[in-house]
């Protein structure tokens, strides 16, 4: 039996654009999230609108405006619904919709169901970040959503970078290695544990450390699961959005996972856990 390659390095040429673009990037999530109200609001519209682009690129190749079109309405319908306070309408919404979008791409998409799909896809991620920065200390969960998920990638990244090792799942993603896996769950567990000890945010350090590793488990997670939607769809990146990352699901696709699971947590903290 013949071993399989060993993961590629990482390309350092393209390390200066990366970096400018999460200095452009970072802030403005970081403000839109403290301040929240419209400029939350529309942070997450564009976000919505530029994911359901590269997802009708990806999906529907040869009619994509429409399924793009399809999708980004759908969710937005939620969004809106959501930022109202009618969560429970809002998740109904997501259904609904997601439906609709599968029969307006039926003749224009090789599996309409797709479009179906790329709302629920990106639809819970997008109502759970409005829910979370809604509630009391909203501001700090989604900042520690945020602080986690990032720490995450640069944990997984540098670790794996460095020490390299057997591949975590070489059939989707080929370069992902057991050690960055390991690094990620490290560097997001103690980011979660560090948020705690804010006098202002209302959490004992062990429920935010086991916060953390929630988050980082769920950042790895989307992100091999977009790398495997990659695979399905034949394409390299979402898209090229972003100089030096590719598309915006590139970058924001284990946050679609780890804002779910933050906004489970939150409620629970919400019925007493964590205190």
Not at 65 to 85: E, S
Not at 185 to 195: E, Q, Y
Not at 259 to 268: C, G, Q, S
Request: with cysteine; charged share 10%; aromatic share 12%.
């Amino acid at each position: 039996m013949t071993s399989s390659p060993p993961a590629k390095r990482f390309d350092w040429s393209n390390l200066g654009l990366r970096v400018a673009s999460a200095v452009v990037l970072v802030p403005a999530a970081i403000a839109a999230a403290w301040f929240g109200g419209w400029p939350y609001l529309v942070l997450i519209a564009v976000g919505v609108a530029l994911l359901a682009i590269e997802w009708g690129g990806m999906s529907a190749p040869v009619a994509p405006t429409r399924v793009a079109a399809a999708v980004a309405a759908a969710v937005l319908i939620a969004v809106f619904v959501g930022y109202r306070g009618d969560f429970i309408w809002a998740w109904g919404a997501i259904l609904v919709t997601a439906a609709g979008a599968a029969v307006i791409a039926r003749g224009v998409a090789e599996r309409p169901a797709d479009a179906a799909y790329g709302v629920l896809y990106i639809a819970p991620a997008a109502l759970c970040l409005v829910w979370l920065r809604s509630t009391n200390q909203g501001h700090w969960w989604t900042l520690m959503l945020f602080a986690a998920t990032w720490a995450a990638d640069i944990g997984a990244f540098a670790v794996g970078s460095t020490l390299k090792g057997p591949k975590l799942w070489p059939r989707f993603s080929p370069n992902k290695t057991w050690s960055g896996f390991v690094g990620g769950l490290a560097a997001a567990t103690g980011v979660g544990a560090l948020m705690a000890t804010q006098s202002a945010f209302e959490l004992n350090v062990w429920a935010a450390a086991g916060i953390g590793l929630a988050v980082g488990l769920a950042t790895m997670a989307g992100d091999l699961w977009e790398s495997a939607l990659k695979r399905r769809f034949g394409v390299k990146d979402s898209g090229d959005l972003i100089p030096g990352h590719g598309g915006l699901l590139d970058r924001v696709d284990g946050l679609m996972f780890a804002v779910v699971v933050m906004a489970a947590l939150r409620l629970a903290n919400h019925w007493g856990w964590g205190h």
